[in-house]
């Protein structure tokens, strides 16, 4: 069943990312065919008003459809997978509607021209893609399947999604390794061998799927720009060698990524503080920002190649030269004839054909130092600006195109003092960019590697990410974090700070705490509801039911709304002999898909109900996590974290007063939460952290 | 810090690596030129003596020292390095004996032509380094030093010992992805993204080192037959293409795996059983064991070649054929000139040469048909007696040999309706076989990937993987959980059995419990220490020094040890305001290295002393982990397994009793250790796995 469900998932999201990509090439090919076409007939002016009121047009689509159908669908998703698989749930993220609006915003905003990518809406639709099909279908559309229902509970639907962001990556590059791998460092908090495995089977399945799909792309059915539709780097040199002499420029590679990578996490964070008090004026803003944006990519697109100045065509060129009609290395633009335009086969292309340009060897002087430039600081200036607005953006393709021509450029500057060739100074520049940004070092290795198809590549590889991460670390943390942090996501991390090992649970446990008794008046049940929202709640029993006050278990407010739904009431405050769970069934308990939860405003409990009585005994779970007070809060915080819990009880050292002295959730292990609770921690926390810079404690 | 300790050990690894493959490549590879040169002076029996008696010689030298230096080093070590992760610790393993026993035995056992790997014990070698490293040298041979002893605890003992033994594969295989992924798979219990990254790092060192040594080695600097002393297959076709037709045969190759690798397992596990019974009899039968071994596969060895025809030279060969003086693929053994010995290529040969053999690309026509089922034969039956002989052997060669060669088998069966050399069909044979053992099936892709370095296939590879797990977990589980088992690790799984969820942790506390009081009588401590072996003991206060009788906390049996040593006892039985913990400093309580605990033996006290006190408060863990007594089993094993627990308490769930019911311990958990306690579930358990089998619920 399971394995079904990865099958599924793992063929749904390789035909979605194989029509992305095919769309993208031929939608922006068409373009870009055209407009050239126009240029060829000495018609500029006509060429740039067809390439920007086509690249508004895209853009504009996919802002509207984001802004005025699934809002959940701007940007790349990858934080809110994150998120999601760390316990936060955002609302609406997997449904069905934002699903539909990544697709298609994706493919309308990548065709725009814009400096977007498609690799992290892919992750999204991935996981998306998971959820869908774990819950069997949107109910809210009437795309239920009954026998889809199996996985009801959180932990298989987090593995499935897991198993989906797996699969969103490695359709998008074409790397099953990379995808599992970065699931696997990136995206999942918890992990156990058997999801490892499963995850491989998703990704497996893509790769196969995909493969299928080329080979049938190969005989041409795909479209005119159909047939490198996948991304796939031609840098297969025979032979990669490499001496000591190559370990300087790789260094400096690495400083430079873990540079560049984090002075990209600090603008693209500021960027988006802005945008984000544009974005909440107004909708309208939103739009406007997102034309603004597109117009102002066209303008550079279009302007800047005619900075460049014509360069001859080399004599033994692999490919035809100038490149008429079609993508390639050696784009014509304003030149005359015989001669091609350098900055213009960079900028004035597809991200993907810039990065195939970008890493094709055999070109070595095919670049000007000028243009490279250029190019890198368009892209770093469109980069930061992009990603912001409010349509499926990704980082991946932008962040690999900075990455690449920065390394392009070092491989020019080095040029014959090394026997690398310049493709590949490009991968590893793309690989010290990837990795500054995103520190997910070992998966950004591992898909730069499965793009390249070069093993031997591995060695320098690893030794510019060690760099990197070194440098980067000692500024910042990941873009990721940035970005779930700016969206106020309560994000656990694995590890506990310092000065949560001078805490006991007890200093953080807030009151007044609601709890229910084993036979609870209705009224009260309802009021308590109504007026919190917190979602799990302790049930005691006092005497005369048991002989003391004894903590029966943990309630959960989804059940509790459930009893209230049945009106399973009884009329007196005892226990019955009657069973009253036998009147549920065990799909009224299950886990209820995203977004469609039972709500307390749709609950209507009569004046004679309130004063009736509910048996919560057998809708308790009697097994709650419990800590005791004096516990110390960074081990209840392990336990918490690594047990994957949503309440945690914690119970009194000595008794005679209440069985239970409050209930910790996640918010309540936020540092945020802790510092405001006891200030006086904050400064010595403060000092702490600036004595002790990152880099000194990296792991 | 922390880094430092992993380049450490990622560079001892990969020299230690390296130096054993250059010894193994060069005592072998002496011992074949003189025996071929005998060969060709036609003194065959003359060959056969030295041959035989050379090999003996190792043989009983590898047993010898294993025997009676260090038995510890027997076996591969990863069930043991396995289990240690998991927190079992066995006695001895991380020694330098055992590591010194490990190295020398391992390079004698694999030179002998004994069918053993050497990429097992290279993976105790590489936890044993990491070991010595992270307790700052061995106390016994006085080599410490002072400046490494910052990780005496638990968590970073075993993070280190997991790089330790990703950098083992890593230098065994050259596969730096495949020994992260292996230690992640199939060694690691528990998983952080740090560590993945720590694991990366000591990878990638010992890739970059291997790589420089290599480069040395190139240049004629490390012996006649140091050239290739890394095992690094050469089947880089310029382009690996394939299509549907080639499915069939390579799902044939899935399911084969999946029946001889579960078939392996199994006479494996019967032929230990037998061995286990011999070993412990005498030591003499296990040194006798090993010759008789040691003689039989020498006869085999030389022997069965006999038996072959002898094929004429391809005209169109790529080396020298016959082969004289060196490996190659061309045996000429006794042949006359002009012919070679297609069966002596493979088996008069090192294991590292017949997989390249098997694995060469361009020579499909090289072996016959009865050649390589003679060699498959010959493998299997010597692979399964060879493994449990008493010095150190490894299992993933001969594994890899027996694979590649019914790989290679059925790609001379397909062939010409395959666009796939036999190179590749032996590549995924390898894979096939790789997985169905171990069940690994993610590491062993990227390590079969890495060697051949051709990502090209992976496609392929993932397919045989997915039928064979599905075709061997059918059948039984992998070996090292059978060789775990053997040998009585109690070895906490990840997943709990369905019958712990209806049983709650009451049910298996067994009593009587021993506890200590807030202030205990030195003689107590010493009674209750002498007459059990537990290692961690509950505290708790009572009137007069509380209001009630409650839980302080638990103490572990090295700190009352290391108290009653250092006599800091109280003559009254008051807490004193004198604070008796500045007697100790923290190194006191630091984790002792392995072997080094003091022991109670060591302890005198004398009668005064036996009627004073010891005040424990100050040495007590206040924050252990506990769970109520009515919590379900299931649920229990889940906060023990993930937090990482050695002691859980277990408290009661209505006051007035004493404040602790009972310590859980690794043990209790148990699936045999609760069904003895509760038979009934037992008959239950078995119809439920005889109801369900292993395959519909393979995760």
Redesign the interface.
């Known amino acids: 069943m ?2 079904l469900l990865c099958f599924l998932v793992g063929g749904i999201v390789s035909l979605v990312g194989f029509c992305n990509n095919l769309a993208v090439e031929n939608v922006a090919g068409i373009k870009f065919v055209v407009t050239s076409n126009m240029m060829l007939a000495q018609r500029s002016v006509m060429a740039f008003v067809v390439f920007s009121v086509s690249n508004l047009t895209l853009t504009l689509f996919a802002a509207l459809i984001t802004a005025f159908v699934s809002s959940a669908a701007a940007g790349s998703g990858i934080p809110e997978v994150k998120a999601y698989l760390n316990g936060v749930d955002a609302p609406g993220i997997f449904s069905l509607k934002t699903l539909f609006v990544k697709i298609i915003g994706s493919i309308s905003a990548v065709s725009s021209s814009l400096l977007v990518g498609k690799a992290g809406p892919m992750v999204h639709i991935g996981a998306g893609v998971a959820s869908l099909l774990g819950q069997g279908g949107s109910k809210k559309y009437g795309l239920t399947s009954s026998w889809l229902r199996f996985f009801k509970n959180d932990r298989d639907r987090r593995d499935l999604i897991t198993c989906g962001s797996a699969a969103g990556i490695a359709a998008a590059f074409r790397a ?2 990379g995808g ?1 791998l970065f699931a ?2 990136e995206m999942a908090s918890w ?4 999801l ?3 995850a ?2 998703t990704t ?1 399945i893509v ?2 799927i995909l ?1 299928a799909l080329i ?1 049938f792309c190969n005989s041409g059915k795909c479209g005119p720009f159909g047939k490198g539709g996948l991304i796939m780097f031609d840098v297969t040199s ?1 032979e990669v060698s490499y ?1 000591l002499l190559d370990v300087p420029p790789v260094l400096l590679l690495g400083v430079l990524g873990g540079l560049f990578g984090s002075l990209f996490n600090f603008l693209l964070n500021k960027v988006l503080q802005v945008y984000n008090v544009i974005n909440e004026k107004y909708r309208g803003y939103k739009i406007l920002l997102a034309c603004s944006i597109s117009i102002f990519t066209s303008c550079l697109l279009f302007g800047l190649p005619w900075l460049a100045s014509c360069l001859p065509c080399p004599a033994d060129a692999e490919e035809p030269c100038p490149t008429i009609g079609q993508s390639g290395n050696y784009k014509k633009f304003q030149c005359p004839p015989g001669h091609y335009n350098d900055l213009a086969s960079l900028i004035f292309n597809t991200n993907d054909d810039a990065i195939r340009n970008l890493f094709s060897k055999g070109t070595d002087n095919e670049f000007q130092y000028s243009s490279i430039l250029i190019f890198f600081g368009t892209c770093f200036f469109l980069g930061i600006f992009s990603y912001g607005i409010v349509s499926p953006t990704g980082l991946f393709i932008p962040v690999i195109v900075m990455g690449a021509s920065y390394g392009r450029f070092i491989g020019m500057f080095v040029g014959s003092h090394s026997t690398l060739n310049h493709g590949l100074f490009a991968v590893l520049g793309a690989a010290s960019f990837l990795g500054g940004t995103m520190r997910s ?2 998966s950004a ?2 898909i730069l ?2 793009l390249t ?1 070069d ?2 590549l ?2 320098l590889m ?2 510019v ?2 760099v990197l ?1 070194t440098v980067a670390d000692a500024f910042d943390s990941n873009i990721y974090d940035h970005l779930m942090k700016a969206k106020g996501f309560p994000y656990l991390e ?2 506990t700070e310092p000065f949560m090992r001078q805490l ?1 649970v007890g200093d953080v446990v807030k009151g007044p705490l609601q709890l229910f008794h084993g036979i609870e008046k209705v009224g009260r049940v309802v009021q308590v509801l109504r007026t919190t929202t917190h979602n799990g709640f302790p049930v005691i029993d006092e005497p005369p039911l ?3 006050a ?2 029966y278990g943990l309630i959960l407010r989804a059940h509790l709304i459930e009893l209230l739904k049945k009106k399973a009431f009884l009329s007196y405050p005892m226990p019955t002999g009657i069973d009253v769970s036998e009147q549920f069934s065990v799909v009224d308990f299950a886990k209820k898909g995203s977004g469609n939860a039972d709500r307390m405003e749709d609950i209507v409990v009569t004046k004679e109900e309130e004063n009736m009585c509910l048996d919560l005994h057998p809708f308790t779970n ?2 709650p ?4 007070e ?3 809060l960074a ?1 209840a915080l ?2 918490f974290r ?2 994957g819990l949503r309440h945690l009880l914690v ?1 009194p ?4 007063r209440s069985p239970v002295v409050g209930i910790l959730t996640r918010h309540d292990f936020m540092p945020e939460n802790i510092l405001s609770l006891h200030p006086a921690l904050t400064s010595r926390w403060k000092r702490w952290r600036l004595t002790l810079p990152r880099w000194l404690n ?2």
């Open positions: 399971k394995w099953p390794l599992l696997l460092e992990w156990r061998s058997a490892l495995w499963r491989f089977f497996a790769a196969m493969e080979e025979t001496h070092t070992v290795c591992v590697l499965e198809d093993l031997l591995l060695p690893m030794l990410l060690l991460k694995a590890h006991t048991s002989e003391s004894v903590l009697t097994s996590y419990t800590v005791v004096t516990m110390s081990k392990i336990l690594q047990v119970i050292k000595i008794h005679g990296p792991f």
